[in-house]
């Protein structure tokens, strides 16, 4: 995923992440438990069958970003500390996130 950005709560104006599906489910949950009251879109639904063809490969990221461009929309789900850390985070301070939580 690669973000570019002049918003001040951000480290980097451009930077680049490697994101999986579970990760934007965890996105997704930890949105709906920080903002309670809030329509968070939902993220794609997961597929078992078929998954690693190129097709559903190119789906999945457009669901995905579509799903990122919904959330950003929102004036209060954009500016969520969880939301700074799933787009700038590399992979440990992600997974430290994500064990924070549990």
């Given at each position: 995923m690669n973000t570019s950005t002049n918003r001040p709560d951000f480290s980097y104006g451009q930077f680049s992440v490697l994101r999986r599906y579970s990760d934007f489910c965890w996105l997704y949950d930890q949105?709906?438990?920080?903002?309670?009251?809030?329509?968070?879109?939902?993220?794609?639904?997961?597929?078992?069958?078929?998954?690693?063809?190129?097709?559903?490969?190119?789906?999945?990221?457009?669901?995905?970003?579509?799903?990122?461009t919904r959330v950003l929309a929102h004036p209060a789900l954009s500016q969520s500390e969880v939301m700074v850390t799933f787009l700038e985070a590399d992979d440990a301070g992600l997974a430290a996130a994500m064990n924070k939580g549990k």
């Open positions: 949105l709906c438990f920080l903002h309670p009251g809030v329509i968070v879109p939902p993220p794609p639904e997961k597929q078992a069958v078929g998954r690693f063809s190129a097709e559903f490969i190119e789906a999945r990221r457009r669901a995905l970003e579509k799903f990122m």
